[in-house]
């Protein structure tokens, strides 16, 4: 099956803008409750997008959108924000950088997706590529955000495998809304029970959650959706690489950190195994 580049172009849009979630909850929602950044990320977008297209799911999709509404947002999410608050981004993106290699496998048994050793060696060459890019000599291994940060790879090579098996009969938009909502849904009562004082609000804060949630969630998520539908499991994956690469450009742009030698091979690394990983479609 040969690749689209619109489909690929408008799937990558999405990870990119997910590598402004370091930037954004640093600096603008500092000191917040990782839970209740990824509830209000999630619950208030959802409702939002759910009023636009008037259609609750029916049948077995109220289960399948509770259940990738918690793979791809609920639990993921939850995992993002604490492996994002407990370690350096590099060690969080590197670890994270695992899922192409984990939606592989799932693809194997779920989808019968064949595997290929192109796409093995893209997904470790994507994962070195990472790792030159955001990984410093001190770089502090936290377990707690290390195991979270793993946990959320596993849970969104589950949502991506699954989401390509389960094709609804809605569009993309109501789907996301779906799925936005039921995760949403599932993390009020964690975020109250973990984090039930609100933080005082700011105009700061209620700018990064707008653009977390608006930009980086309903949008980004149907781009998403999008190429989950009409592309293979692990070509969708790979971008995912795309996401380091926007945190370390917008560290370097607007924080004045440094880009060495050593992080330009990673990103030249990580644009080869993405272009790398579709070939065996192509």
Known sequence: MKIRADDLLLTAIAPAIWGSTYIVSTQFLAGWPPMLVAMLRALPAGLVMLLAVRQLPRGIWWLRAFVLGALNFSFFWAMLFISVYRLPGGVAATVGAVQPLIVIVLAYFLLQTPIRAATIAAALAGLCGVALLVLTPNAALDPIGVAAALAGAVSMAFGTV???????????????AWQLTAGGLLLVPVALLVDPTLPQVSAANLAGLAWLGLIGAALTYVLWFRGVARLESSVVSSLGFL???????LGWVFLDQTLTPTQIAGFVLVIGSIWFGQRPRG
């Open 162 to 176: 699954l989401g390509r098996r389960w094709q609804p009969p809605v569009s993309l938009l109501t789907l996301t």
């Open 243 to 249: 996401s380091p690469v926007t945190a370390v450009t």
